[in-house]
Nanobody
């Protein structure tokens, strides 16, 4: 398993930006596809974005497309989620997840390791 630690969450106003980071403790970070998921109060976990091991392939969900960008720096064992134009409906705890293998997956069941999460609150 991979130890993952998220950071960068906070309380912001509508329209603001945040950049979330996910630091991984693993020997070869590029061997792992990574994903971001979020869970709002009283709602089920939602897939947000994912990136392949070498960062060549990325995907963001329709709900955040055009506003969120996923990236990774394998030299730093870190993945990022740049969030622009935040809306109150983006309020959630954001978790990063890792799965051994190059290709990303949209289902949380495909991921082996999870971080504790970082809270994002967007006020209207």
């Amino acid at each position: 398993q991979v130890h993952l630690v998220e950071s960068g969450g906070g309380l912001v106003q509508t329209g603001a930006s945040l950049r979330l980071s996910c630091a991984a403790s693993v020997r070869t970070f590029s061997n792992y596809a990574m994903g971001w998921f979020r869970q709002a109060p009283g709602k089920e976990r939602e897939f947000v974005a994912a990136i392949s091991g070498r960062g060549v392939n990325t995907y963001v969900s329709d709900s955040v497309k055009g506003r969120f960008t996923i990236s990774r720096d394998n030299a730093k064992n870190t993945m990022y989620l740049q969030m622009n134009g935040l809306k109150p409906e983006d309020t959630a705890v954001y978790h990063c997840a890792a799965r051994f293998g190059i290709m990303w997956k949209a289902s949380g069941d495909e991921y082996d390791s999870w971080g504790q999460g970082t809270r994002v609150t967007v006020s209207s």
